[in-house]
């Protein structure tokens, strides 16, 4: 598909990364379509958690109060990041969320990036509803770690070999081509 791909979650405080922060990472990469890392931490945002994101997510304020801040992880995030597609389900959270903590430090971080609900619609044009849930009910996708970093990348990466094996790896690499032309 690509040659260098890192699958990314985020689970955050809220949904403004101005104000909000990243309470948990994780990611896959992979370079010519083999597994080369599995990354995950709990990060301390520096700030409360709502009850409603506590309940959604299972990250408390205890969980993250000895977890590395964001900017005790950035190096080691960006070795991950570094010559690799930054792919996300709704990959403009993610990245915005990314971007936004880069900049607190200084550095403007700069990613191709692959959006897989962009990736979903292109595939599976004759749905309606192309979020992380309705792609995994249609592909029949479990998780028993829904809303945290590793098992949505999971399920994610999950999604995309349902797809190779329905579709084909054809039409998988021509429908990344088409949302990424510039690759």
Not at 120 to 132: A, F, I, T
Not at 153 to 173: P, R
């Amino acid at each position: 598909m690509l040659p260098s791909i890192t699958y990314l979650d985020l689970e955050t405080t809220g949904a403004a990364p101005l104000k909000d922060r990243i309470t948990e990472i994780a990611l896959i990469r992979f370079d010519n379509g083999i597994e080369v890392a599995r990354w995950q931490t709990l990060v301390n945002p520096e700030q409360a958690i709502s009850s409603f994101i506590q309940e959604l997510t299972g990250i408390d304020d205890e969980m993250v109060a000895n977890a590395p801040t964001f900017a005790e992880v950035a190096d080691k995030l960006l070795s991950f990041l570094e010559g690799s597609v930054l792919a996300a389900h709704n990959v403009r959270f993610d990245h915005g969320f990314i971007k936004e903590e880069y900049k607190r430090l200084g550095y403007t971080l700069q990613q191709n990036v692959l959006c897989t609900v962009k990736l979903s619609r292109l595939l599976y044009p004759q749905h309606r509803s192309h979020g992380l849930d309705a792609v995994m009910e249609r592909h029949n996708i479990t998780s028993t770690a829904r809303h945290r970093a590793m098992g949505d990348v999971e399920s994610l990466l999950a999604f995309v070999a349902s797809a190779k094996l329905e579709l084909g790896d054809a039409a998988i690499t021509d429908a990344v081509r088409r949302l990424m032309p510039e690759v």
